[in-house]
């Protein structure tokens, strides 16, 4: 499905219907919206690990501008302050009250910025293996030269400082990192997450060099007064786990939860139903 919303088709898809049917007679769920990382990946990778979250709540997930199934727009739109307020305009289009929010990596990104831009529109925050600033890049890269095998310590800079330039070199980037990101690479879940992938090189290198950079919510973080659940893992080498703890620190109604035997993706089978209790439980509560 899509949304004609700041100048874009953006691409979305609901999960469950709206409502809790049985005996005692049909209530709302709440709506969770959930942001995908990046910049430039798309929503794929959450599938089919993050669809029972259907059964609590109505999950709609979507792909940012330029990326996925949305459509291109102007390179100069390809900010996470624009992504944020495309958030909320899908968020109006569809007729929505208040909603939770959950982002993971670079969706973590969007969602500490959508929560000082349109605090009024959020019912609670999830933030899921993400950062606070940019900060994360350099404990990021001496991790890497510590853990990465050597033909990825040749290479894993480059998407990061937005020096892939073309598709083909995008897609032979994860092929060659993506077990980075995972404690106990799986073949076949890493075999299944490259063949549905549908991100786009333009829009990560253009964010990659001219916008993450900047990235820099952490002295608004105080501000935020919604519920919010933060999320690391003890084997993260991106986002690792000082960053959402310098986020559950910052923010006053805070919880963190540590997931010990995974990587960048927990829900991506290695810590899969921990996941989705963790996410549950805060949703219910």
Known sequence: MYAHVNGVDLYF???????????????????LFIHH????????YFRPWLDPLGEI????????????????????????????DDVEALRHHLGLGKII???HSYGGFVGQVFALRHP???????????????????EAQAIAERIATPEQKVVFRELF????SSQEEYEAWWKKCYPLYFRHPDQEVLDQLSVRSNGKFEVSGYMMANEIPKYNPFPGLPTIEVPTLVMSSEYDWVTPPSQGR????????????????????????EEEQAYLDVVSKFIQS
Not at 13 to 31: E, L, Q, Y
Not at 63 to 79: F, I, M, V
Request: net charge negative; aromatic share 10%; no cysteine.
């Open 13 to 31: 898809d609901v999960i469950s219907s709206g409502k809790t049917v049985d005996f005692a007679g049909d209530r709302d769920k709440p709506v």
């Open 37 to 44: 990382g990046g910049p430039g990946a798309d929503h794929s």
């Open 57 to 84: 709540a109505q999950v709609v997930y979507l792909d940012h501008r330029g990326t996925g199934n949305s459509s291109e727009a102007p390179l100069e739109t390809y900010t996470i302050e624009q992504m944020a």
């Open 101 to 103: 929010f959950l982002g």
């Open 120 to 138: 009024q529109s959020l019912e609670k925050l999830i933030l899921s293996h993400t950062a606070p600033d940019y900060s994360f890049w350099e």
């Open 161 to 164: 400082e937005g020096k892939i």
């Open 246 to 269: 310098r986020i559950a620190d910052a923010i006053p109604n805070s919880e963190f939860v540590l997931f010990e035997d995974s990587g960048h993706e927990p829900f991506a089978r």
